[in-house]
């Protein structure tokens, strides 16, 4: 091991976004790169296509994130550097975790705020955390997605039935979670500051294509896979290889040494959804989230 030598987590870095930036992180030598997915064989299997290694993780399971810290510490790797929590999911119909909890709640922001916590004794600073969100978050890009709603944490994690179709609903808890994302950025930018740990929050456009549409019904997922491929003509439009190598630059390049608390699309800071930048709101969100998986937490131990 040299002194240049690090480590970079992954998280989703079997598909899409996730893959690709890990494919570039691995292509410096000096870099140890992890990538996770919920199936350890298939996801070492896929590390090994670039170089990297795979281990197993399910956001959405709290028992599931410890053994994964378990296995990076064992794993006794070069200084973690990076941590990039990409993994992301999107359901057509509300779907819950075994716990109960809303799942796309509980995997695209519990499950990375667990880890980020379990993770936080492991990073060697300088590190930078990478909080991949989107600009569905954000009602004024007018994407076409249902606004995100103003809730609790509690309130999202245990949500009431639909009041909408199940599709909308399910959405509404995508462009949701991918606020928490840049919500969540901004909060620990400002608790990890004096550990020299720098949080940004990433939108890599949009990317047809990728596995996100793997819930949705045939048609949607042919059209995703086809005809929304054609689409990357158009502004804002952009591949999984090109996001991936932002993404990568994001948590690697040395010109982004120590700035945090921004939100970016690509490589360009710009300024997130009104909603997002409410610091009482965020505070009120990680507090509240840190209370539920303590609750998690607590009901795996008994
Ligand atoms: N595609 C787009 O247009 C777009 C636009 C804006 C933002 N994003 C964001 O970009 C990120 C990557 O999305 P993508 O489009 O690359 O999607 P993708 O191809 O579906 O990749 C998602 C990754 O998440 C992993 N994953 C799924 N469920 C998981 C769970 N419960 N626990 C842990 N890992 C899980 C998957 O791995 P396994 O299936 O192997 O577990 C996969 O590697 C997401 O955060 C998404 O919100 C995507």
Request: net charge neutral.
């Amino acid at each position: 091991m040299t002194s240049s030598d690090r480590t970079f987590v992954v998280t989703g870095g079997t598909s899409g976004l996730g893959y690709e930036c890990a494919r570039n992180l691995a292509l410096d030598p000096s870099n140890t790169v992890v990538i996770t997915g919920r199936d350890a064989m298939r996801t070492r299997e896929l590390a090994a296509t670039i170089g990297a290694r795979g281990m197993a993780l399910d956001l959405s399971s709290r028992p599931s994130v410890s053994a994964f810290v378990a296995e990076l510490v064992a794993a006794d790797l070069p200084p973690l550097s990076g941590l990039v929590c990409n993994a992301g999911v999107q359901f057509t119909r509300r779907t819950l975790t075994v716990d109960g909890m809303e799942a796309t709640f509980a995997t695209n922001h519990l499950g990375h705020l667990g880890l980020v916590n379990d993770l936080l004794d492991h990073l060697t600073a300088p590190a930078r955390i990478i909080m991949v969100s989107s600009r569905t978050h954000d009602p004024e890009q007018f994407t076409g997605m249902p606004h995100p709603l103003t809730a609790t944490a509690r309130e999202l994690a245990y949500p009431p039935p639909p009041t909408e179709s199940a599709q909308r609903d399910a959405r509404r808890r995508y462009t949701t979670s991918k606020l928490a994302n840049v919500q969540t950025a901004y909060q620990l930018a400002r608790e990890l500051a004096p550990r020299d740990i720098t949080v940004n929050a990433f939108d890599p456009g949009l990317m047809p294509g990728t596995g996100l549409a793997r819930d949705a019904n045939a048609v949607q997922r042919l059209a995703w896979r086809t005809i929304a491929r054609a689409l990357v003509v158009l502004p804002g439009v952009r591949t999984p290889r090109g996001s991936g190598a932002d993404l990568a630059w994001l948590v690697a390049a040395p010109d982004r040494e120590g700035i945090t608390g921004q939100y970016l699309v690509g490589r360009r800071p710009v300024r997130s959804s009104v909603a997002s930048s409410d610091e009482p709101v965020q505070h009120a969100l990680y507090r509240d989230s840190l209370e539920l998986l303590a609750e998690l937490d607590a009901r795996a131990e008994s």
